[in-house]
């Protein structure tokens, strides 16, 4: 018979781990070295069922993402188990365990995890479609004809060609207001916005507003350089403007990372009305505005809406990367800064001859050719998703603007993404509830499938997988 006595106050969980704990880690991993040890230490006994990931948040004050993100970690390592339609409890095996067992990262479970036949995860491209050829045949140009004087030369915001290469491709795909001199060559958006928010940390700010949900890796390399993430709502017409400004007039914010192209992940597309006004309140308070490009050049009902910089290259910094859209092995991205922002130098600059590749494979076409083949493959991609999830789910409604590689699925009412999600590892399904992008606690419970690294072959069996998860609620 399963143990449901009591164990500890959920109001004292943090403080129980703080004293053996560097309370300057991330809040998620204090979370979860909080419960991995009332495991170990016997005052949660196997069997035993933690609370919602919401009744928790609430509880200890923090954002439901952190609970969700602790839960889920500790069920992929078999510490709890989660079940649909039940509650999510101590693994019969974890209970009183005499042997602490350091926690696994969640880097290195991911990299170390086996693969997944039914890939859902948001925010991958199609890892078969790499363009291995035409990137070896950059990289064999670069090293062939690099000058001897560059090889040994510092290049402290990016190697000169690949700057240019990047001003140009932006100039023409995205229509920003590029120039070369405004251009820094990154490893990708997270290298640019470690960087960026290390600039406005030494500017003075100390805030930075955030879409509401956002990808929660950017906020936390704001927090991690001084910046305190203000969450601000996200409807269909994007980031609301109105809850910005009265949430900058609070806090003193002045600065703001925005998704306009393609909200990840409710996507939606910035409303132009929305657009107007965030460059207003930009110019208006002296602030600075970064748009994440991240997915931008794939638009399927008609052509990408320009950058956001386009209409304030004194106000807009822009990043980008090829890991949504080639492939996050590369390492390489860029960020196109206003003119009062000195570009920051890199003390870890990307390989000389990546950079010396990235100008090749952009100045010959190669990106561009590679995204009209992708914009192809995903739009039928996600026409077929689409129907297999009319077929097997007619009751539900997927939202999201036709583009980029994910869309969002509300689930049925009662139903849990986090333990549907759990429950998909056992039979190949890659899921990620909406809920670990929330900073807070607004949109119902849904799924983000992603469908750019989904083998088209196996997009109905996946649907039906799915709908089976649902279905045994």
């Known amino acids: 018979m399963r143990n449901t006595r009591p164990i500890l106050a959920w109001e004292t969980l943090l403080d129980l781990e703080a004293e053996r704990s560097d309370a300057r880690r991330p809040l998620r991993d204090r979370v979860e070295a909080a419960l991995r040890l009332a495991i170990d230490e016997g005052r949660l006994s196997a069997g035993a069922a933690v609370p919602p990931s919401r009744t928790l948040a609430e509880t200890l004050g923090v954002s439901r993402w952190v609970v969700t993100e602790a839960y889920g970690q500790l069920v992929a390592e078999g510490v709890l188990e989660a079940r649909t339609g039940s509650a999510t409890r101590v693994a019969e095996q974890a209970g009183g365990a005499p042997v602490r067992t350091p ?190 490009d991240y997915d931008a050049e794939f638009r399927y009902d008609r052509r990408p809406v320009p950058a956001l910089q386009r209409l304030a290259p004194d106000r807009v910094a822009l990043i980008g990367s090829l890991s949504k859209s080639v492939s996050p092995a590369l390492g390489l991205g860029w960020m196109l800064l206003p003119p009062d922002v000195a570009p920051p130098a890199s003390t870890a600059p990307p390989s000389l001859i990546d950079q010396a590749a990235l100008a090749e494979f952009l100045t010959r076409g190669d990106l561009e050719r590679h995204l009209r083949s992708s914009r192809t493959r995903f739009r039928r991609r996600r026409q077929r998703l689409l129907d297999a999830l009319e077929r097997a789910l007619p009751e539900l409604t997927v939202t999201g603007i036709a583009a980029g590689m994910h869309l969002v699925l509300p689930l049925p009412p009662g139903a849990s993404a986090t333990q549907i999600a759990a429950a998909g590892t056992a039979i190949g399904l890659a899921l990620t509830p909406l809920a670990r992008y929330e900073a807070g606690d607004r949109h119902p419970e849904s799924l983000v499938l992603g469908y750019g690294n989904l083998d088209d072959a196996l997009v109905e069996e996946a649907v039906l997988r799915l709908a089976a998860l649902l279905g045994g609620r």
């Open 103 to 292: 926690p696994v990262p969640r880097s290195v479970a991911l990299l170390t995890a086996p693969p997944t036949r039914f890939d859902l995860r948001p925010g991958i491209p199609d890892l078969r479609a790499t363009p291995r050829s035409r990137w070896s045949a950059a990289l064999r140009t670069a090293v062939a004809e690099l000058p001897d004087h560059d090889l040994a030369a510092a290049h402290p915001h990016g190697y000169a060609p690949a700057r240019d290469a990047v001003a140009a491709y932006l100039s023409r795909s995205r229509h920003a207001v590029a120039d070369a001199t405004r251009i820094t060559i990154t490893h990708g958006a997270t290298d640019g916005m470690g960087m960026l928010a290390r600039e406005l940390h030494h500017r003075g700010h100390r805030a930075i507003l955030v879409e509401d949900p956002s990808w929660p890796r950017l906020r936390a390399v704001a927090d991690d350089n001084g910046l305190r993430s203000i969450p601000v709502p996200v409807d269909g017409d994007g980031i609301d403007t109105g809850q910005l400004r009265a949430l900058a007039s609070a806090t003193g914010a002045r600065a703001a990372l925005v998704t306009p192209a393609h909200q990840f992940p409710l996507g939606a597309a910035l409303a132009p009305v929305r657009r107007e006004e965030l460059v207003r309140w930009a110019r208006e308070h002296d602030a600075l505005v970064i748009e994440d």
